[in-house]
């Protein structure tokens, strides 16, 4: 135990074989005992947990999680007492900083930061909470609740400063759905909180939780139902930690039942509460959005970045009051079609995270578009390929393959020779870019059979030339578009189930490569594909009226558009297929008279496909 802390790392568990080796490789090292309640597990669990050490106590599950972890804190010998789960890992922090936390006379426990990973509107996101984890091993610090059980109250009890903040960071994967589905905490859950409020049916904490639990779902009806009387009620003239979360949560939630006027009326008076907490302003102007008042969510989101970074106080998005705002501020500006302001904003997020890709898309995407917007990522590739840093190259990559190496080669040519390896899939992945397939293929011959992606990209130029393989290999439709393979892509679509989702994930980038594909890809086909199962109506016929028109079928073009706009259901969607039907209409009467095209038409045009860009891939 040379070199360990005082501290007990205390755990329950149950089938954890697949997150508990990382999560006891990274704490291990700072704790020298180690105590896991295992709770029935039928994997290696408790195997693993032994195997780095660990004390193994087998307790019975009775739905009751501070039940279960006072159990474990009781068997705890050392000063400090340290609370994981097994998805949970805590991240490096020096000894020297673990020693001067630990030396704190008045101190009986520390907040650390909670970074969930969680699937967000634009990817996946991280939610920063603060909750108190790390604590004395004094009897009266115990958790309470049967379940989003806590130390805090506990330990602020001990003294006026016996509760601080601490620079310590815990990373949590078990809010991926997946993981959610897997292990039933929904139904788990549900039944632990409904046992709980049978008893303490006012109990706040307990009333929240079930909000918490219902938003979390989706089930907006019901997080409305639980969160609303809360912030109407006697919690509201209270400073509880959660409430500025039910405000946010409620606010979200109206919107998407589509009461906008509630909604904007709680974002308002929250934010008279919580003016500096930038995820309520982005909640608030994502309602004005949805009210079509575009300009005025711009102002709130200056306002949010004003803000700047949350307190530690609030549950809140990585990025909120930095690059995640200024990705909502440019979406605000594509929206009233100021596109300059939109790349500028987007430029900024950039700025603040280099590796933030829905920014990247946007950006890349503006100037995919119109070339007026395309100074923005040049330069930021530039800079990529000069400070040769090898993962920063290949990220760039990824984002120019979708959009088009063939665009820009020189720049792709150096992003390449800053690559540690794989020089030779990038390189053979723009020759079949620029329509040399026989070099493309030389290329990646030679790459090892293991190199991620060989098997895909050859059987795809395997397609190009007719050949199929069937099953198809996973990940060929992406291989496909990535070579600009339509005709045979187009073959692949319908392959997939029509319950199911586009068989491809149709990101800004590949739509703007299919706009600007030659010769044209058949239109209807290709809308269909992308959008039509995922997305019937609308979005759909906007699509296929874009292809249309990029194909110069004004007459296609012109019908889709109207059925577009016929079945708009928000305002946005409807200008912009009133725009496409505009454009074609005037195209096609230009055509009909002889009329000389004009640079005009042409400006017009690439105003066009901005605006119906925008409104397909919305945030």
Same mark, same amino acid.
């Given at each position: 135990?040379?070199?360990?802390? @005082? ?23 700072? #704790? ?38 006072? $159990? ?34 008045? #101190? ?69 759905? $997946? ?63 959660? *409430? ?33 907490? @930038? ?5 608030? $102007? ?186 198809? +290999? ?13 005709? +045979? ?7 997939? +189930? ?10 800004? *980038? ?8 030659? +010769? ?42 109207? $059925? ?43 105003? *066009? ?11």
């Amino acid at each position: 135990m040379e070199g360990k802390l @005082p501290i007990s790392l205390c755990m329950i568990v149950r089938d954890e074989e697949l997150f508990l080796p990382d999560c006891l490789a990274a704490a291990a090292p700072y #704790c020298s005992e180690i105590i896991v309640a295992d709770t029935g597990s039928t994997d290696r669990t408790a195997d693993i947990a032994e195997a780095y050490g660990a004390k193994v106590l087998r307790i019975a599950w009775q739905d009751d999680f501070a039940l279960a972890r006072n $159990a474990v804190i009781e068997q705890a010998s050392r000063p400090w007492i340290l609370v994981l789960d097994a998805d949970e890992r805590l991240l490096p922090l020096p000894l020297e900083e673990w020693r001067r936390l630990l030396a704190a006379e008045q #101190c009986y426990g520390y907040l650390i930061q909670m970074r969930s990973r969680v699937e967000g509107r634009s990817g996946e996101e991280e939610i920063s909470d603060a909750v108190c984890r790390l604590f004395r091993n004094d009897p009266r610090i115990r958790f309470s609740g049967a379940i989003h059980e806590e130390a805090a109250t506990a330990v602020s009890a001990c003294g006026e400063e016996a509760l601080r903040f601490a620079p310590v960071e815990v990373l949590h994967e078990g809010y991926r759905h $997946a993981i959610m589905v897997r292990r039933g905490k929904k139904e788990r859950n549900k039944r632990i909180l409904l046992a709980a409020l049978s008893r303490e049916p006012e109990n706040p904490v307990l009333r929240y939780a079930m909000g918490t639990e219902y938003f979390t779902y989706g089930d907006w009806e019901r997080a409305a139902e639980w969160l609303e009387p809360m912030v109407n009620g006697e919690e509201a003239g209270e400073d509880a930690g959660y *409430l500025s979360d039910i405000w946010l949560k409620l606010v979200h939630a109206l919107r998407a039942l589509g009461r906008l006027e509630e909604a904007e009326g709680y974002a308002r008076s929250g934010l008279t509460r919580y003016g500096d907490f @930038p995820d309520l302003h982005e909640a608030y $102007a994502a309602v004005l959005m949805e009210m079509d008042r575009s300009g005025e969510a711009g102002l709130v989101l200056e306002r949010a970045g004003l803000a700047g970074n949350p307190s530690a106080h609030y549950s809140s998005a990585a990025g909120s009051g930095s690059y995640r705002t200024l990705l909502a501020a440019g979406y605000a500006a594509e929206r009233s079609y100021n596109w300059n302001r939109a790349a500028e904003a987007y430029a900024a997020a950039l700025e603040a995270n280099p590796v933030y890709r829905p920014a990247w898309e946007r950006l890349v995407m503006l100037g995919m578009l119109d070339a007026d917007h395309r100074t923005h990522w040049l330069a930021a590739a530039n800079r990529a390929a000069a400070t040769g840093d090898h993962r920063l190259c290949r990220f760039m990559l990824e984002l120019l393959a979708d959009a088009g190496l063939q665009l820009e080669p020189e720049v792709s040519s150096r992003l390449m020779a800053g690559l540690a390896v794989g020089e030779a899939f990038w390189s053979g992945l723009l020759a079949a870019q620029q329509g040399d397939p026989a070099a493309a293929r030389q290329r990646w011959a030679q790459l090892p059979d293991a190199y991620p992606g060989k098997g895909e990209y050859l059987a795809a130029l395997a397609w190009v030339d007719g050949g199929r393989a069937e099953p198809p +290999p996973a990940g060929l439709a992406h291989a496909l578009l990535r070579v600009r393979a339509w005709p +045979p892509w187009l073959r692949l679509c319908p392959a997939a +189930p029509a319950s199911a989702a586009a068989p491809v994930h149709a990101a800004p *980038l590949q739509w703007c490569a299919l706009l600007g594909a030659a +010769p044209p890809v058949p239109a209807l086909a290709a809308a269909q594909g992308l959008r039509a199962a995922a997305q019937p109506g609308a979005p759909a016929r906007l699509a296929a009226g874009a292809l249309h028109f990029a194909a110069g079928d004004m007459p296609a073009a012109a019908e889709q558009f109207a $059925a577009a706009r016929e079945a708009a259901a928000q305002p946005w969607v409807s200008r912009a297929a009133a725009a496409g039907l505009a454009a074609a209409l005037a195209a096609r009467a230009r055509s009909g008279a002889q009329v000389p095209a004009l640079a005009a038409p042409l400006l017009c045009e690439r105003e *066009l496909m901005l605006r119906i860009t925008s409104v397909l891939y919305s945030l």
